[in-house]
């Protein structure tokens, strides 16, 4: 079977229609502008209410992306979910391709916190590469809300919920150009929502555990610490794939967790602030979102042009973390 090159031909992006500032914080929890602003860099962020849905703001930000590219549902092979927070345990992917009445797509959730997004780039890639598909549309979503402790303040500032997504077609030159994935489960204590077992008795000799997850929980320092050592050298990892420098890139989009983090792996690569995507501030931690989010906002403020070389990075929960190299456009 004849190996294919992969182009990134469209994006979108979605949000709640309400958002939350620091101010509105404050009412919450014990804390301040200045705090948040000075140790995230967030100022606010879009909360879900209780009747918007994953799948309604991921099909919003797919269709965004559909039109971009120039294709219709129909025309679509694959759907790939990148979230932590289907409407269904059971996935949402689906959900998705009904709502989008791409009748022909096959669709999956795939799960990897932060990561989500390049690990679902890098997943895409090796369906269109081996000429399975040929138009792929990949989503990074999230409802965070659903799951942060509004009295916990070490947290609760940090999240908002949003989608993004981008369309990948088979393309006879190749631009993803190079990539890096890791995890560690080793470190999973230092950031996971987990499932709280409770027993209920069912006969004499059994018991089964019928419980539900708990609240976010994040151990701030360790994480910083993590993604500060970890995301650089990931990315000379997949730079050297890609057989290129840090001067060849245009664009660092690294996941919008937390402003302190972008400007030290940017210092530690050596890249220019001005290369440096950030819309944190108006969107905080959106999870899987985070990236394909900014990405389709650079992209409609011209900042990000065709053939322009872009280093991306997620991490985060699991903890995973990876890296690509993708160059914008057919």
């Known amino acids: 079977m004849q190996n294919l090159g992969i182009a990134i031909t469209g994006s979108g992006s979605a949000v709640p229609e309400t958002f939350l500032n620091n101010q509105g914080m404050t009412e919450l929890v014990d804390t301040s502008d200045e705090w948040i602003t000075t140790r995230t860099g967030i100022r606010q962020r879009y909360l879900a209410s209780c009747h ?14 559909m039109a971009m590219a120039g294709i219709t549902a129909q025309e679509i092979d694959l759907i ?7 409407d269904d345990l059971f996935g949402s992917a689906c959900q998705i391709q009904g709502e989008l009445g791409a009748t022909r797509a096959v669709a999956f959730d795939l799960t990897a916190a932060c990561s989500g997004f390049v690990f679902g780039m890098v997943t895409a890639a090796q369906y269109i590469r081996t000429g399975v598909f040929q138009n792929v549309l990949l989503i990074g979503a999230d409802i965070l809300s659903r799951w942060v402790d509004w009295q916990d303040r070490r947290t609760c500032v940090l ?10 077609q088979a393309n006879q030159s190749d631009r993803l150009l190079g990539f890096e994935l890791k995890s560690d489960g080793t470190q999973n204590s230092n950031l996971n929502l987990t499932y709280v077992p409770q ?7 059994l018991a089964v555990s019928t419980g539900n997850f708990q609240f976010i929980s994040m151990n701030g320092k360790e994480v910083y610490k993590f993604a500060v050592q970890k995301v650089p050298e990931i990315i000379d990892k997949a730079l050297f794939r890609a057989q290129l420098t840090v001067e060849d890139i245009d664009w660092l989009l690294l996941h919008q967790a937390n402003q302190r983090i972008l400007d030290a792996v940017a210092q530690r690569l050596k890249i220019p602030e001005q290369k440096v995507i950030s819309n944190l501030a108006s969107y905080g931690n959106t999870s899987a979102a985070s990236i394909p989010l ?3 906002e650079a992209v409609r403020e011209g900042k990000i042009q065709n053939n322009h070389i872009i280093a991306a990075s997620g991490f985060g929960a699991g903890l995973t973390w990876g890296s690509v190299i993708f160059q914008w456009g057919k």
């Open 199 to 205: 027993c209920q008795q069912l006969t004499a000799d």
């Open 159 to 168: 999240f908002g919920d949003g989608a993004g997504a981008v369309v990948l």
């Open 294 to 296: 900014a990405l389709d």
């Open 80 to 86: 790939l979910l990148a979230t932590s927070t289907p």
């Open 52 to 65: 918007e849905s994953l799948t309604q703001i991921a099909s919003a930000a797919a269709k965004q992306a």
